[in-house]
């Protein structure tokens, strides 16, 4: 057994230190790495060998796990809404595609069959401490901390806190979820989570145009929450078939923690998909959305700070009388139409309830986005208020790169805090 593990350790590491030292060119750069990480994935799958994986295999770990990844998927397109997207600089050609699924399964082979071998050797008895060290050893595979040094320079310390932000922390964040995973459903679990993730940064030619700030906020927190939501909704029962060992002072204390906090699991689960559903119909996705006004042109049908509920349309069931929004080139317009001419091709003349004369631009059919159904008085105000101090709070972090910086830095860490607190509310389960 000794020699087992010298053998996975030491192939780890070699292979480690090989990827990170040796720098191969063309396409060299590609299958060098993942003929390594093959070797790895091969060592651990015989150290291993088939039965005890089929043990380890747990198919509701694996299958919350694929869910955490997809709702992870849906908040990170979520924000590209806001943000906008942008297009992979990735190949996708058939040889490209290829190349790249032979890059990126070889590695995920090799680290999460590894990963999982140490988990669950070393995680029965000391689960805590085991986690932590595995963690930190596989985050550096994603992003090596000794490259800090290379940009480190206490008299610019913003490419440091850029290498933490951006990659050291998301990677240790997910690795320590993936680790966690391992612990309980072995290395399908921590697969089936980091698939979904890795089949959208490789394969999917769009994605969100995430700027460094929400690179830092999302790369860190979302694998945490993750992290949090799964181990407060872990039964006794879970772990025993993890193979942790228990320390059980006070059984039914323990389980009537554990029905209330699946009740709170399954109620913060609903609001998650309330807000992926809000989002989704405030951008506009299904065929009736929300506005606000910008303006005060339509009073005293729409104020500013009503919300406007408006209905995609197709343009021969629009009438004179009706309010549509509308692009005039520099901004979204909400106004009455005031006259419809054209007969093969439509064009509407429009003007506000509170302005004295028609617009003197007419509006084409391709600059329509909808009709307006309905109005909720003043509730928009709340989403006013928002966006203002949002966008203050903004600016003030941008007018200093250093204090923006070391606040989204000491923001993760604070993630990490809570949920190392949060994993501590277990550790009297566990048997010391």
């Excluded at 039914?252 to 913060?268: A, C, D, N, T």
């Excluded at 903004?394 to 790169?401: E, G, M, P, V, Y």
């Amino acid at each position: 057994m000794e020699i087992k593990r010298v053998l996975v350790a030491s192939t780890l590491t070699t292979v480690f230190l090989l990827t990170n030292i040796y720098q191969p060119t063309g396409m060299d750069a590609y299958f060098v790495p993942s003929a390594l990480w093959l070797l790895v994935a091969l060592v651990s799958f015989w150290v291993i060998g088939i039965q005890e994986l089929k043990s380890w295999y747990r198919g509701q770990i694996t299958l919350i796990a694929s869910a955490v990844a997809v709702a992870q998927l849906f908040i990170i397109y979520d924000v590209g809404l806001f943000v906008g997207f942008g297009y992979s600089a990735l190949s996708f050609t058939p040889l490209g595609i290829m190349v790249n699924m032979l890059y990126v399964s070889s590695r995920l082979l090799g680290v999460e069959l590894s990963r999982a071998y140490f988990m669950k050797t070393f995680g029965h008895k000391r689960p805590l401490l085991t986690l932590a060290i595995v963690s930190f050893a596989f985050a550096n595979v994603y992003a090596p901390i000794y490259r800090v040094v290379e940009v480190f320079n206490l008299s610019q310390p913003l490419p440091i806190l850029d290498f933490l932000g951006t990659r050291f922390l998301p990677s240790l964040t997910a690795s320590l979820l993936m680790s966690y995973l391992s612990l309980l459903g072995g290395p399908v679990a921590s697969i089936a989570y980091r698939v979904p993730l890795l089949m959208a940064e490789w394969f999917i030619p769009i994605y969100p145009n995430l700027n460094w700030g929400y690179e830092v906020l999302l790369g860190t927190l979302l694998p945490m929450l993750g992290f949090v939501y799964i181990s407060q909704g872990l039964s006794l029962r879970d772990l025993r078939r993890a193979g942790v060992r228990l320390n059980l002072r006070n059984p039914s204390k323990i389980r009537r923690q554990e029905r209330r906090e699946h009740r709170s699991l399954l109620v913060w689960g609903a609001i998650l998909a309330c807000g992926i559903l809000m989002v989704w119909f405030a951008s506009g996705l299904f065929s009736i959305y929300p506005t606000i006004p910008a303006s005060q042109s339509m009073s005293p049908s729409i104020k500013v700070g009503d919300v406007a509920i408006l209905e995609k349309v197709e343009l021969e069931k629009l009438r004179v009388g009706d309010v549509i929004q509308f692009w005039n080139g520099e901004q979204m317009m909400i106004h009455r139409i005031y006259e419809i001419s054209g007969a093969d091709s439509l064009v509407f003349t429009t003007k506000g309830d509170a302005n004295n004369a028609p617009d003197a631009e007419l509006v084409y059919p391709s600059q329509i986005r909808g009709r307006v159904l309905f109005t909720i008085p003043m509730v928009g105000w709340v989403s006013i208020y928002l966006k203002e101090a949002f966008t203050l709070l903004w600016n003030t972090l941008l007018a200093d790169s250093v204090i923006t910086y070391a606040t989204l830095t000491t923001l993760t860490l604070l993630a990490l805090t809570y949920g190392a607190y949060k994993t501590g509310q277990i550790r009297r389960w566990f048997r010391r």
